[in-house]
């Protein structure tokens, strides 16, 4: 039996073999920044701005939020609770001046949640099945029933709105789908028709919402809820879509006494599509033209052909066995359209993956996780990609959140993010970061507070000047907002 010396002797070898085993692994392991292989990303520094005191906006939980900022500087909050009912909140400087409750929204199905301010002084709001309008300030909301809509887009002085509309209501090509799967040993297949459903784009009228344009109404591939439609100033329309077939494949087993299932469907394609201001225009007077002369004659829709995005963006190698290290969705939250340069830009989550452009090849493998800014240029993915925070920046252990976010352009176009980030230590805290890209760079995020651990909801207003707002849900579960302000003279 060997004595207690030789005991202690032994355990002190293991124990140092281990922490070096340890060591090497970590070296091993080390990050991109550690490495010191993004020094660019590391030499940034914080957006000099001031803050504004933190506001209490809504004191019960939210799930969802939208705002803007008007043309006199005021901003416009709209938030719903989890009993469905959309609030609006008007802050003027750091007073909380409107507090309102304008109604309760019906469907049980996906809400959605977007306002603009059209024409000048004209507030609008869309939340599932309604909508909402206020024409002029501190008046009156009045409400519109059975709303479609689920993105605004201005274009000109006109409105237009985006939303996907069942195949039966445009006549779109039918197809047959296909399911097949097993019932514990028993094959079942089965199969339905169906319409594909199409992204539309819809013009307000007097007698409602006209439909202006379909994008691909000649394919049976249907148009997914995500997607993003946005103009520029060159004069397009820029959309961004996915879109995929039904039917697929299911098992459902059975084990002792308990169970299991598991389901694939058709795997979705990323889409890209163009129209241009003239083009709207010029169709919608030739077909004007022709309902005078022939009134009977019932006016059609621009054909609006999309384009497979089937590449992913700046990838060089995939080491991900399900082949998703890049998620590109929600499209509607993580892509926005830069009115000045009239590229698609976005942001997206590598890893496990290698990332390649003309310059560089980074392998995001091991602790190495990013936030990459990639972006489309006529329809295709542009060779280069800009990498806006990575793991242990700005602080050693720094994960990031790509799961939800908020991104807006301002007049000058600047980007302004919302973003994430979490400290995984054993108090596991989050925080809300801001980050502003000028002309040259992203700056290195600046944290404006704590935020939930498990209540995600964000929002992001930003005006021509290059002003913000931005509101999130803090670790108290409370909805708060502060104003963020360039500083007189200041580059960022």
């Not at 550690?34 to 590391?42: A, Q, S, T």
């Amino acid at each position: 039996m060997k004595n207690l010396s030789s005991l202690k002797f032994e355990v002190r070898i293991v124990t140092v073999t281990t922490l070096f085993v340890l060591s090497i692994l970590l070296v091993g392991c080390a990050s991109l920044v550690e490495k010191g292989k993004l020094p660019e990303v590391v030499s940034r520094r914080p957006p000099d701005v001031q803050l504004g005191a933190e506001l209490i906006l809504f004191d019960k939980p939210v799930i969802l939020s939208s705002s803007l900022i008007d043309k006199v500087g005021s901003a416009h909050v709209f938030v719903v609770d989890q009993a469905r009912q959309l609030y609006h909140i008007e802050i003027i400087g750091d007073k909380i001046i409107t507090r309102e409750f304008l109604g309760k929204i019906g469907t049980k199905q996906a809400i959605f949640l977007d306002t603009v301010e059209h024409p000048t002084g004209k507030l609008r709001v869309l939340a599932g099945d309604k909508q909402y309008f206020q024409v002029a300030p501190n008046g009156d909301w009045q409400e519109i029933k059975g709303n479609q809509c689920a993105q605004f887009l201005p274009v000109g002085d006109d409105l237009y709105c985006a939303f996907v509309i069942k195949g039966e209501k445009i006549a779109s090509p039918e197809r047959t789908d296909y399911t097949f799967g097993w019932f514990l040993l028993v094959p079942i297949l089965y199969w339905s028709h169906e319409h594909s459903s199409k992204l539309v784009l819809a013009e307000e009228s007097p007698d409602g919402w006209i439909i202006r344009a379909v994008v691909d109404p000649d394919t049976p591939m249907d148009a997914d809820s995500d997607f993003l439609v946005g103009t520029d100033s060159i004069g397009n329309i820029h959309f961004l879509y996915s879109a995929s077939k039904g039917g697929g494949a299911f098992i459902l087993f059975a084990y002792g006494y308990s169970g299991g299932a598991a389901a694939s469907g058709p795997k979705s394609q990323l889409r890209y599509a163009r129209l241009t201001f003239d083009q709207l225009l010029s169709h919608f007077s030739d077909t004007q033209n022709q309902a005078l002369i022939n009134p009977s004659t019932p006016l059609k829709w621009i054909t609006i052909k999309g384009a497979s995005l089937e590449q992913k963006p700046c990838i060089k190698k995939d080491f991900n066995y399900h082949h998703a290290p890049i998620e590109l969705k929600p499209l509607n939250k993580k892509f926005s359209v830069n009115k000045v340069s009239g590229n698609v830009n976005g942001l997206m989550w590598a890893s496990q993956c290698t990332l390649v452009d003309d310059t560089r090849e980074l392998p995001m493998t091991g602790p190495n996780q990013s936030v990459v800014e990639v972006s489309l240029r006529d329809g295709q993915w542009s060779p280069r990609f800009n990498i806006v925070t990575a793991n242990d920046f700005p602080t050693s252990g720094i994960l990031w959140n790509l799961d939800n976010l908020s991104i807006k352009l301002d007049g000058k176009g600047k980007y302004h993010l919302l973003l994430q980030s979490l400290d995984p230590g054993w108090k596991n805290r989050k925080y809300i970061n801001y980050l502003l890209k000028d002309a040259t760079d992203w700056s290195a995020p600046l944290v404006l507070g704590r935020c939930h651990i498990t209540n995600d909801v964000i929002s992001l207003a930003a005006d021509h000047s290059g002003v913000t707002f931005a509101a999130w849900v803090n670790e108290e579960g409370k909805f708060i907002g502060k104003w963020i302000k360039p500083r007189t003279g200041s580059q960022k």
